[in-house]
């Protein structure tokens, strides 16, 4: 589990699993860089993603961390960040 | 604010085992079709019950956004889509009617229990932090208004009543009071969906499913060998307006009028007094202006066990006589469907009186003992103007509507 | 009354007066797996409150309450010695998640702790249809009390113990009933209302501090805390109700409901709909902002909540909102879902009785956001002939209730 790397198409398909996609919006399109909410991802849709990544990798995701990391870009570091400190889950 | 006006249907959105929209719905309804089968959303061989009106051909990704699939349960999904289609009948863009003019008032009986079935697994079998944001609201009992209001923008008084499976004309009857104290369109009617394990062995629960494996031969009211009845999915949405609001948007088609409503519940069991269904039907009737001699059509409740179809065929008796006026029970063909089976009637109601044909009760030998001109086997055509839709829930709940033509 | 921190409304009174507060670390079930670990929970017996062990077998807790309160309500009114018509009495109980804490405990029984998909009929006791289906909570009030009118649980989210008792208004004003009884449930203090709410962060994790956990419109507020419990009301007609020479505790003069159509969970900052209830209720009420005298706010703890409400009453009341006391009772009594806007409702009527405005508990530094007169920790003398409670649910329902003393001076 130590080795695991969180990757872009990972997050594509823990958004679509948990919150679908907007009618209008690419996510395998250019959108390292778009804001989470340009794409149509509300708070609750993202508390979802974010549920669902602290699940899926062992960690503890941060209440502000998508505030912090408005893009999939961002988050998609920030998430390997984590588990590059967490070689143990500190969920 | 209040005004005189009637509250007339302008639109309708139905989704049951018998068809997916109006024309598919009455088309098998008008000819007496049965829908109901063996269960297929799951193995039923390990219950006692084993028979459901399911709906079929549901296929809710194509009909509703993938940002609201992970977020809702069939009962939803399938209201939405209705919502859509009532919206589509009644000729009603949203944006149309001012926001705040606009609400939803639905029943449920018991929410979206498939979703929470889901989510209380994950929880048990693997962890608090395996259960999904979602659960917060997605199988409680006001979803569907919620999620009504937010995908078409309606902002206007909303409301959710819970009583079984009476809730849908109570449901009706409370978007008619909004509609008396000022709002233009009202959305209103009730889904359920509740055909999963949990909700089966809930509903085994109460006592009173047929048991039987012939789809012709399990939900029979008012037959002598009726012995419960087979639960179904689905339900129904009306386009509720005020008349004049009606009139002057140049609705495309005006259903009916609700001209009536009564609703009573019965004493506590043990008490020996009579049942309330009686007094519900004197209500609606007196509500209505109408003589007992102007209803043309009675549609059912018909519970399906001796006791309660008793009970029934009394209180209709005991106001219209014997014999006294025609009495059919469509849902005969796709099972019970909780808060959406009387929504569903009314629809059916509507439509008798557009084509001057009463829907049939199938698979029924009627029991003479109930002395009721119950409509069997055949559609039977007749001019109907008035009829009366009547639905009764677990405990002692009794509501009954009266629909009137519209000219 | 049923409320945490003490039975009847004798004690929840002078828990609001006095500002204490009711919430506490969960004590139903090991809450150590979960983010939030605090509730507000009711010390109830129900043996000691007269419900017989076939009641307490088929009931749900929620019901039990709903039974008890509704009693309660009855020989209050002076009505339970007879002298009404059943017919003519209705019966509306308000719960925003039904039986819950029955079905969390029915399924584990049924799916051995989730292991079985095909769940197992033969476990499952007979009153399980009572909890798949939370009209019994109507039901079971209706024998309770003898009403053989209409009955119906209303079920909004959090606004369904206002909108039971505004349901109740309506069926009395176009008569249909003589006599309601009304109020509203919720008994959700279960795992799998916990994690529900942990999942989307909406409940405090301020689980070193439980008895200073719900602290709406202060700064440092991180969640609601959740409660339970139950209100019930006798209503009848302001003229027959002083012909039989009953104690009135008040008038409901308005009451609306609005819809905000943008968020299942969210609100939108602006108040717009909340605000909009409020100013029909007011209209309802032939009323003025000016004479509004205390505003009951919904007041949860969360941001969100607390920030759409004051820009709501700003938006509804104008310059008044900063002139009225604005208090929030979940500081102390936490957030009971369904049951909490009537029992917001009874607070209100306690708050007009003895003209004292109850506190927000723990409330030391206001959000700078929301700059209205909270009335922090001590409650306070005030003229009160007019209350407005508002309240705010998931599915986006808002609304609002006017209440008035009858002997009030017609402003």
Not at chain 2, 31 to 41: D, E, S
């Amino acid at each position: 589990m130590s080795e695991r790397k969180f990757t872009f198409d990972a997050l594509k398909r823990i958004l679509r699993e948990g919150a679908g996609a907007d009618e209008g919006v690419d996510l395998d399109g250019d959108i390292l860089d778009a804001d989470f909410e340009e794409l149509g991802y509300e708070s609750l849709a993202l508390l979802e993603t974010g549920g669902r990544i602290e699940r899926e990798y062992g960690i503890s995701l941060d209440d502000d961390i998508f505030t912090d990391h408005r893009t999939p870009r961002a988050l998609v570091a920030a998430v390997n960040e984590l588990l590059k400190d967490n070689t143990v889950s500190a969920a | 604010m209040s005004t005189s006006t009637r509250t007339v249907i302008t639109g309708i959105g139905v989704a049951t085992p018998s068809g997916l929209g109006i024309d598919d719905f009455w088309a098998a309804t008008r000819v007496g079709k049965n829908a109901i089968g063996r269960v297929t959303h799951f193995d039923p061989t390990s219950y006692p019950s084993r028979l459901a009106g399911e709906i079929r051909h549901f296929a809710a990704e194509e009909l509703l956004p993938s940002r609201l699939i992970p977020q809702t349960d069939r009962m939803t999904r399938l209201a939405l889509v209705a919502a859509d289609w009532a919206f589509a009948d009644a000729g009603i863009k949203p944006g149309d009617i001012p926001e705040f003019d606009m609400g939803v008032v639905t029943a449920s009986t018991s929410g979206g229990f498939e979703f929470g079935q889901n989510e209380l697994k994950k929880l048990w079998s693997q962890g608090s932090q395996y259960v999904s944001a979602y659960q917060s609201f997605a199988w409680f009992y006001a979803v569907n208004s919620g999620q009504i209001s937010i995908r078409n923008g309606m902002r206007g008084p909303s409301g959710v009543v819970v009583s079984d499976h009476a809730g849908g004309l109570d449901a009706i009857a409370q978007a008619r009071r909004q509609i008396r104290k000022g709002s233009k369109v009202i959305f209103s009617g009730g889904f359920d969906a509740s055909i999963c394990t949990w909700g089966w062995v809930a509903q085994i629960a109460g006592g009173r499913m047929s048991t039987s494996d012939d789809p012709d031969r399990a939900f029979l009211p008012f037959d002598a060998d009726a012995d419960g009845y087979v639960p179904g999915e689905g339900g129904a949405l009306l386009v509720l307006e005020d008349e004049l609001t009606a009139r002057e948007r140049g609705a495309r088609t005006v259903y009916g009028e609700i001209a009536g409503y009564g609703s009573t519940f019965d004493p506590k069991p043990g008490s020996g007094r009579e049942p309330g269904l009686r007094r519900a039907i004197e209500v609606a009737l007196a509500d209505a202006g109408v003589e007992t001699g102007e209803v043309d059509v009675v549609f059912a409740d018909a519970a399906g066990t001796p006791r309660l179809d008793r009970e029934e065929a009394d209180a209709i008796n005991a106001v219209f006589g014997r014999h006294g006026v025609p009495v059919t029970a469509p849902k005969t063909m796709t099972g019970r469907l909780y808060s959406g089976a009387a929504p569903v009637d009314v629809v059916s109601a509507v439509l008798a009186i557009r084509e001057g044909l009463i829907p049939p009760t199938v698979n029924v030998e009627p029991s003479p003992e109930y002395g009721i001109d119950l409509v069997t086997a055949q559609p039977r055509s007749a001019s109907v103007r008035t009829a009366l839709v009547l639905a009764r829930g677990h405990g002692g709940y009794n509501s009954a509507v009266v629909v009137r033509a519209v000219d | 009354m049923l409320a945490p921190g003490g039975i009847g409304a004798k004690n929840f009174w002078s828990l609001l007066s006095e500002g204490r507060t009711a919430t506490r670390g969960i004590t139903f079930f090991d809450p150590s797996a979960f983010r939030s670990r605090v509730a507000a929970e009711v010390d109830f017996d129900p043996y000691l409150q007269g419900l017989s062990p076939q009641e307490i077998r088929r009931m749900d807790r929620a019901a039990q309450f709903a039974v008890v309160t509704a009693r309660e309500a009855l020989a209050d009114s002076g009505l339970d010695l007879g002298g009404f018509d059943p017919h003519r009495t209705g019966v509306t109980i308000g719960s925003a998640v039904g039986a819950t804490t029955g079905l969390d405990d029915e399924y584990r029984v049924v799916s051995d702790d989730g292991r079985l998909d095909l769940v197992d009929h033969t476990y499952a006791p007979q009153h399980l249809y009572n909890y798949f289906v939370p009209s019994s909570f109507s039901a079971e009030v209706a024998w309770a009390v003898g009403a053989e009118g209409p009955a119906a649980v209303v079920s909004t989210g959090c606004t369904s113990g206002i909108d039971s008792v505004g349901h109740a208004v309506d069926l009395i004003r176009e008569g249909t009933a003589d006599i309601m009884i009304t109020g509203a449930t919720d008994a959700p203090i279960s795992p799998i209302t916990m994690a529900c709410f942990d999942a989307i962060k909406a409940t405090t994790p301020r689980n070193d501090d439980p008895e200073h956990a719900s602290r709406p419109f202060d700064g440092t507020r991180n969640g609601f805390v959740l409660g339970e419990g139950s209100a019930a009301f006798v209503l009848e007609e302001l003229d027959s109700a002083r012909r039989r020479g009953a104690h009135i505790y008040a008038e409901i003069a308005g009451y609306a409901s609005r819809c905000n159509a943008f968020h299942m969970t969210g609100l939108r900052p602006d108040g717009r709909e909340m605000a909009e209830a409020i100013t029909v209720a007011l209209g309802e009420a032939r009323m003025n902002p000016e004479a509004v005298d205390y505003i009951n706010a919904h007041g949860s703890g969360t941001k969100q909540n607390d920030r759409h409400e004051t820009a709501a009453f700003k938006l509804s009341l104008g310059d008044h909102a900063y002139r009225r006391p604005v208090s929030s009772i979940k500081s102390m009594v936490g957030h009971s879902l369904g049951a909490i806007g009537s029992i917001e409702i009874a607070a209100s009527v306690l708050a007009m009785e003895n003209h004292v405005v109850p506190p927000t508990a723990n409330l030391h530094t206001p959000d700078p956001e929301c700059d209205l007169d909270y009335v922090p920790l001590t409650a306070r003398e005030h003229r009160t002939d007019t209350v407005l409670t508002v309240g705010s649910g998931f599915g986006g329902f808002q609304s609002a209730m006017v209440l008035a003393r009858p002997d009030r001076s017609v402003s």
